[in-house]
Each structure stands twice: as C-alpha cells, then as structure tokens.
C-alpha cells in the first residue's frame, strides 16, 4: 500500500505511496468455526479494549505490522525505520472517492452480518461516509472469513480487484470490526503518530522481544496528523499493555500513568472528528473541490505541496489527475527550509549486567538524541543521556570456591573434553568471532572470564567439562554464576553434581540455545550427604556462532530462596 502520501492523516490517519504489487490475502483463507465475543470481557478482564481483543484472536498468525495491518510494498515508507529508503510523497488516492465505500460479505459469514451491519451503520450515524454493496465498482471490500482480524490501510486505488477485509475466529464483534474498517477508509493507530513522544512514553523494556518494531512512529513527512489533539482514548489507541511480556505496560500516558488508553466499543468524540476532517464532511453537498489540505512538510529540495480532492463528478473538478486529485506544489522559504528542528530523545537501550557479582553495584542504560537530532540550530534534548540503577543488593560471602577468572582458575579445572582444543579458556575482551560471545567479561568489562570456542576445528555436539575442587557433605548451599550464550548456533550448557563416593551425576540446571548478547544468571541450590563436586558442561552447536561464556561463580550458605534468588 502506499504511505497516504499525503495529509490524509493529519489526524493520525494516514496513507501511503509507492509501486506496483500482488494483494493476495498473505494469510490465506481459514474455515473453521467462530467464537462469539459475547463473553470476551469476562474472559479477558474489564479493562480489555479492542486491540487486545485483536491480538488475542491474531495469536495464532503472523499478521504483518502492528498487531491487524497487512502492508503493502507502497506502505513501508510511513515509517521511521523502514527497509525502503526511497522518497514518497503524500497521496490522497486511497480516499474512497464520492465518500462510498462498496463492499462485499464472503460466503459462510453469516453469522458476522449483524455485527457488519452495526459496525457500518455506526459510521453512517457519524459521518458522512456511505457503504453500500458493491455493484460494478473497480474497487471494493470484501469482508472475508481469513485467518485473523486484519485490513490493509485506505483503499487500494492501483487494484482492479476487491481487497481483504478478514475476520477469522474471534473476530465477530461490532468494535472489532469498527477499527478495522478505520484501517480500511485511511486510518493508521493512533500511538504511532509522529508526535506520540509528547504525549505517551514506550516503556521498551516490558515489550515482548521482536516485536518493538510494532511501536514505531510514522514520519512527519508522510503523515498529518490534522492538527487534532492527540486522544488516548481512540478506537485506535493500542492498550496500556498491548504486546506486554509481563503484564507491565509498553505504553503509558505522561500527563497520567494511571490513564486508561483506548476502548472497548465506539468512536472517541476525536475519532468521529478525525473521520469527518478526513472526508471533508463539513461541506458534503459541495460541489467541485474540497478546501486544500495544509502544506507538507519541506522535502531535502525544499518543496513544499498541498492537494485537495474532487468529490463529485470530475466535470466540476477542472485539472484533476486520473483519481481526483490535484497537487500545488511550491518552493519553501528559506526561513522554512532551515527552520530550527529540536531533538528529541531516542528509545533506551537495554540495561546492562551489574557491574558486581555480589553487594550493591550498578546496572546503567543510555540513549541518543536522534529522534530527531537537533539541527538548524534546535535545542538539544533535555535531561540526561544515562540512567543508573542499584542491583544485585546480597551480602558477599567469603569462601575459596568462588571465583570471577581474573587472576586464574581458582579451583576450577578443565578435566575432559571431546578434543583437546575444545576446552574452557580464560579470555578477556570480545571473542574473537564476529555475531557470539560476550563483549568482556560481566563485571566491568575490562575482566576475564572463561570461554568454549565454537570456530573450528570444533565441531557439532563437541563437549567439554569444567569441574570444581571436592566439597564435603553439607546442609544447603546456593551457587550462583553468571553466563553468556550469545550467537544462532550456541549449543547447550548444564551443571552437574557429582556424588563422588556413589559415582552418580545428577543435572541441576541447564540452558540450550541463544539467550541474548547480555550476561545472564543461573542458580542452583546444592545439598548432598556425601562428598560431591560441581561440573560445568558446554556442548558445541551447529556452528561456529555458539561461543558459550561463564564468569563469577559463587557459593553461599543456605538455599537459593533464602539468599533472594527467585525462578523466573
């Protein structure tokens, strides 16, 4: 789809331009039955608005781009951070022209026509946007039982075919439908807009991992957002907690954290606003023109455009191109090419590891004033670059078992491996390949550590054990070291407690695969009536992006709950 290249949005709707693509539904098509909403708040709680409603039915799929929007190649250019680096302008051809919308109901949704007809009539109540059933119009919508609850963005002006509107199981409620034909008439979410920052904070680190890029923001250049108040309470408006890996909110208002963001069921008094400005429903019986949208803002070349659109038959509309539209394009003053632009801060980044093992230390995190960055003499962003945090608040307890591998091994031995060169090696700084490992050790960084070496010449299933001095029997102890397993291919990593008067192993911890390029912490309580010692086993994976890391072993007396270790 295609960015409104134009002030389409100015509300926080927005659409796109581009080239040419397929509109096959990506998501295919899906038979099986519906599950009514009638009970979906008591399932998921009062406090559930529709996009959580939406990503609750989405689950199961894939869906393209912020929880229910499928893009088009013309629609990634809305973006901040996007794949295309081409110039798009602002288009208002995905206006559904004359204000009718056709559409059509697939076959076996029966059941989803009440709430369809209720969804359009509450549009027809509002505004003066008319749907009406598709007759011989070369653009339309077709409500079809997909997999999912999803719409592309405004209307796909390029196609001679209907586009996609789908709704799978889950998705037959009249609020539901209601956002997504919003999707379908121009409107994106109302928290990417490209103002969002002054009004709500994206709380990154409660996020589920790989799914930031659902909270990007929309450019100032590709969208308008209409000059409207930005509004919390939008049908459009993502929840507190949408996309939480921990049911902390992502999203939170500035001027009220306790504020409760988006809805459950209809328009917002800015949503009906925002539809009616869109549509130019002020002067509806016009005949000709509609008023000019305000200016874009200034390109790279210092240009500058506006455009209005014809909304009656194009006989009124002298000098309207092939979809009604007509563009007046114009230099910008200097005073506007090189207007001051004021930074605003980037997202921080993620907390680092404390910088001690035990004790009080410090976790720190930091962020850029590039979003944007201060030019044409602009006010840098306030505030500071760096926050600081306490962590990791236990007693250190003096024994000769622990050890953190600056000096040596301390007690700790290589004692078989499946090669020779496949061992643990005391290192300091990054490993040496690229994309694996840690970047130094966990403390300071400026440490050693110990390492397994996944180039070759080791290869898949390699192991190597790391084992302890003898303990003898003992009440409960906790153990505690820090580990990286950072890269595609990282293999596993197991402790072991050996009885060594029974010759038994008993496996007490163990992590496969990668675990982020932070250094992590592993726990494991240790109580045995016999004479015992402590193995560390790495296995190599299927490549040589597997470098497995350990760093600050630790014992103290009592079990792990005791000494404020929890399970995660």
């Not at 997202?347 to 004033?369: A, F, I, L």
């Not at 291919?489 to 992590?511: A, D, P």
């Not at 597997?546 to 000494?563: K, P, W, Y």
Request: hydrophobic share 25%; aromatic share 14%; with cysteine.
């Amino acid at each position: 789809m295609d960015p409104w290249q134009y002030l389409l949005l100015r509300v926080a709707i927005f659409v796109i331009g581009g080239s040419r693509s397929s509109f096959t539904s990506p998501l295919g098509a899906n038979r099986f039955s519906d599950t009514s909403f009638v009970s979906q708040s008591e399932q998921l709680g009062e406090d559930f608005t529709v996009m959580d409603w939406i990503n609750e039915a989405n689950k199961p799929y894939n869906i393209g781009h912020e929880g229910d929007i499928v893009l088009t190649d013309r629609d990634w250019n809305v973006y901040e951070k996007t794949r295309f680096k081409r110039n798009a302008v602002r288009q208002r051809k995905k206006i559904w022209p004359k204000r009718v919308v056709p559409y059509e109901i697939e076959k076996g949704l029966d059941a989803f026509k009440k709430n369809i007809m209720s969804a359009i009539e509450e549009f027809h109540k509002y505004t003066c946007i008319t749907f009406k059933e598709r007759t011989n119009e070369r653009n339309w919508i077709k409500f079809s039982r997909g997999k999912g609850c999803w719409s592309y963005i405004g209307r796909l002006y390029w196609l001679r075919r209907p586009q996609s509107l789908s709704l799978g199981n889950r998705c037959n409620n009249k609020g539901i439908i209601m956002h997504e034909l919003m999707h379908a008439i121009g409107f994106w979410h109302e928290q990417s807009r490209p103002d969002r920052d002054k009004y709500v904070e994206i709380i990154w680190e409660n996020i589920k991992k790989g799914l930031e890029n659902q909270f990007d923001k929309y450019k100032h250049s590709k969208v308008d957002s209409m000059d409207f108040d930005y509004d919390y309470s939008s049908l459009m408006h993502y929840s507190k907690r949408t996309f939480s890996k921990n049911g902390k909110p992502t999203v939170r208002a500035l001027n009220n954290p306790y504020m409760s963001l988006g809805r459950s069921v209809g328009f917002s008094d800015l949503d009906i606003k925002k539809l009616n400005a869109l549509y130019h429903c002020n002067n509806k019986d016009q005949v000709g023109w509609s008023e000019w949208s305000a200016y874009t803002p200034c390109n790279s070349r210092c240009m500058k455009y506006r455009q209005r659109v014809c909304f009656s038959s194009r006989s009124h509309c002298p000098g309207a191109d092939s979809h009604g539209i007509k563009t007046d394009r114009r230099k910008c003053t200097k005073e506007e090419c090189f207007a001051p632009v004021n930074g605003n801060w980037g997202r921080w980044g993620e907390w680092s590891s404390c910088d001690k093992s035990c004790g009080y230390g410090k976790r720190k995190r930091t962020r850029s004033c590039n979003d944007p960055a201060p030019k044409h003499d602009g006010k840098t962003c306030p505030g500071a670059n760096t926050q600081m945090r306490t962590c990791n608040m236990m007693a250190c307890t003096e024994n000769s078992h622990g050890c953190n591998f600056d000096k040596d091994y301390c007690n700790w031995t290589n004692v078989w491996s499946t090669s020779p060169s496949f061992k643990w090696y005391r290192h300091k700084g990054p490993t040496p390949s690229k994309h694996t490992g840690p970047g130094g050790d966990h403390g300071a960084g400026n440490g050693y550590y110990l390492y397994l070496e996944s180039s070759y010449p080791a290869r898949f299933g390699f192991k190597s054990q790391l084992m302890s001095r003898s303990f003898n029997p003992s009440e409960e102890w906790c153990m505690s070291w820090w580990y990286s397993m950072n890269g595609r291919t990282v293999g596993h990593l197991s402790v072991y407690l050996l009885n060594t008067e029974l010759g038994t192993k008993t496996r007490l911890w163990s992590k496969s695969g990668e675990q982020g390029k932070r250094w992590r912490q592993g726990f494991a309580s240790l109580n045995s009536d016999s004479q015992y010692r402590i193995t560390f086993e790495g296995t190599r994976g299927r490549g040589y992006t597997g470098d497995i890391a350990l760093d600050d072993v630790q014992f103290r007396e009592g079990s792990c709950q005791l000494n404020g270790f929890v399970k995660h």
